[in-house]
């Protein structure tokens, strides 16, 4: 038998989002309401609270899938926005940076210092994108944060098909409460990306 499970991310997860889901699984698994104590590490498993850790990573796996979603779309939005903002900076630069020449030629100081500004402008708000693009997320930026989020969403819908293949496969218990590891894992992930993305509520 495993020991030392960990079960804590699980249980918050749903603590934080869904705690009447808890309250539901307390009432279907009496014999096994420690499970779902928020700080909880089992020190062993009895195997009549395999069922209970199952249920726990279903739900809780429901509940990272739509956390999941909504800091994915929560970072495109966030990405569409700094794309919009380059480009903006970029038209406005290039624009300016004609008229500035066309200017100097002709000898208009007005109209120089006029583009020159509107320079100034466009470099202002090309800083505003690289910091929408990267000050998010950390050392990757919004980018790689936006991936981590894809990648745990299509590790959620993985996951939950190996959790809802478990009554038709010969698997150990051993296996099974692998699975709820790695449930835990993933669990924590989600936390983590809404934090980093500042989309957790």
Known sequence: ??????????????ARYDP?????????FPEAASVFEPGKRLGGTDEKIHAALESLADEALRVARDRAETAARFLDRRLRRSRLTRLAANLVGGIAAAG???AVIVEQRFVALL????TLASSSLALVADYLGGAIGG????????????????????LDGEFR??????????ERL??????????AEVRQIEFEAGAAR
């Open 139 to 158: 050392t990757g930026g919004l980018h790689a944060l936006h991936s981590r989020a894809a990648t745990a969403l299509t590790s959620v819908a993985v």
């Open 100 to 102: 500035v020449i066309g």
């Open 165 to 174: 293949l478990l009554p038709f496969a010969p698997v150990t218990p051993d």
């Open 20 to 28: 009447s889901a808890i309250d539901r699984l307390r009432a279907r």
């Open 115 to 118: 583009t020159a500004g509107i």
């Open 1 to 14: 038998m495993m020991t030392d499970l960990n079960v804590t991310s699980l249980v918050g997860l749903l």
């Open 178 to 187: 692998a699975l709820v590891r790695r449930a835990n894992v993933l669990a």
